[in-house]
């Protein structure tokens, strides 16, 4: 599979959610108040916060977008989407570490930027994502999948990891 089409996907999807949209909002609200403008040193306590926020959604999104890529010979994006299922990694803990890693991000720059519209943004990918994720996406996924997704479905929570891992029968996980 190609790089480019992994950018692709990357810079259009997480890309404009996460830097062009944020990017937007801070220049038209001119929000931005680094650590919320706490007093010394406070203000450290939403800087540190957000930055391992970021830096933890980061390396969640790293991780599912090899997956998708290596695994699931596909894309994060809808109209490339993985061709495989996908149950390893962080997939075997949590069914949307992708979408976790995108709303770690998101509140990690509202905490870091010390910014109301950032939060309030944050809030909207949630809400958007809590309606589409299991209105549109999981039948799709069910429609692709079948049997292996429906058991997946029923192993391994939406959105509050597993402690343990899930472990797939040999018939069904992926190599």
């Known amino acids: 599979m190609s790089h480019w089409r992994q950018w692709r996907a990357v810079l259009a999807l997480p ?3 996460l830097v062009g949209v944020p990017s937007l909002i801070l220049w038209q609200t001119r929000s931005l108040r680094l650590g919320w403008d706490w007093p010394s040193p406070w203000l450290l306590v939403p800087i540190l916060a957000g930055l391992s926020l970021i830096g933890w959604g980061l390396r969640l999104m790293a991780q599912t977008i090899r997956l998708f890529m290596t695994v699931g ?5 809808p109209w490339d989407a993985p061709r495989r299922l996908v149950v390893l990694g962080p997939y075997r803990h949590v069914r949307n570490p992708m979408i976790s890693g995108v709303l770690a991000v998101l509140l990690g720059e509202a905490l870091l930027l010390g910014s109301r519209p950032l939060l309030a943004w944050f809030l909207i990918v949630l ?7 299991p209105l549109l996406e999981e039948p799709g996924l069910e429609a692709r999948f079948g049997d292996d997704y429906r058991l997946y479905r029923h192993h391994v929570p939406r959105w509050l990891p597993r402690r343990t891992p899930w ?9």
Not at 73 to 77: I, M, R, V
Not at 127 to 133: D, E, F, P, R, S
């Open 15 to 17: 890309g404009l959610v």
């Open 73 to 77: 010979q596909g894309t994060l994006a």
């Open 127 to 133: 809400v958007v994502n809590l309606v589409y994720i």
């Open 167 to 175: 472990e797939p029968p040999q018939d069904n996980a992926t190599p």
